[in-house]
């Protein structure tokens, strides 16, 4: 068994080298008894990530509205929605009534901290994340685009990480516009970041905001610039380009 263990343990630091996220690399740091375990679980989660043969049984779906909101999180297209006093449930509520909503049945909420909504306020643990509140990823599951693409795979503390968790880009994949832009308040490490439009309650041009950029493969994906017009209208010929990314969430 032992030799089996260092064997598999082998292999699997041969093919990823020193990319582990803080979540697969502590458990190396465990010196008690149960490191042959973890050795095992370790390879079957890379195996997770690299091979697409054993996906977790936790499995849900992503998407970039075809809606483009302003800073606010207002749009004239779901007056109800504007009702909504606190932004992270008023963003939820333009997820589920997008045209882009593969699934009316399912729960879709928006990936963008303010309001109440907090992914985290400081150093995670490989378990769990301070601060965190109302959060929107599961722990341990595959978020797949609507054709089917593994786009990225949540740790124990439900984030990935940016700089090596992205699978694949996701690409807008509605009829028109081309912009992969989206609302997130999030800093690279999944802290607030200082500029949510006024906690996503200004719509004007001198507000500023953060957005991350889906099409990247790195902490971009979660933080692409954070001096973005609360307006939303610095497309070309002053059109909308800020969209949300909105997630299922598991039953």
Same mark, same amino acid.
């Given at each position: ?8 343990? +082998? ?76 932004? +992270? ?35 995670? /643990? ?20 609507? /054709? ?7 740790? +124990? ?56 950029? /889906? ?37």
């Amino acid at each position: 068994m032992g030799d089996t263990v260092r064997i598999l343990t +082998a292999i699997m630091l041969l093919s990823i080298g020193a990319g582990c996220t803080p979540f697969y690399a502590s458990l190396f740091s465990d010196n008690s008894g149960e490191s042959e375990t973890n050795a095992l679980l370790l390879t079957v989660l890379t195996s997770d990530r690299s091979s697409g043969n054993s996906d977790p049984s936790i499995q849900l779906r992503l998407f970039l509205t075809a809606r483009q909101p302003d800073g606010d999180l207002q749009s004239s297209s779901e007056p109800a929605c504007a009702l909504i006093t606190d932004s +992270a449930q008023r963003a939820d509520c333009y997820c589920s009534n997008d045209p882009m909503n593969p699934d009316p049945l399912a729960t879709f909420k928006a990936m963008i901290v303010g309001g109440n909504r907090i992914a985290t306020t400081g150093t995670c /643990s490989k378990s769990s994340c301070p601060g965190q509140q109302d959060w929107v990823l599961h722990p341990l599951a595959l978020y797949r685009s609507l /054709s089917g693409e593994r786009i990225f795979l949540t740790d +124990a503390t439900s984030l990935f990480d940016p700089g090596n968790g992205i699978l694949n880009p996701l690409t807008f994949q509605g009829n028109g516009g081309a912009s992969t832009e989206f609302w997130s308040g999030l800093s690279t490490n999944w802290s607030n970041a200082g500029n949510n439009c006024n906690g996503w309650t200004d719509g004007t041009p001198s507000g500023r905001g953060t957005v991350g950029r /889906s099409t990247f493969a790195d902490e971009r994906f979660l933080s692409f610039d954070s001096n973005v017009a609360c307006e939303n209208v610095h497309g070309p010929g002053g059109s909308k380009v800020s969209r949300l990314l909105c997630v299922e969430q598991a039953l």
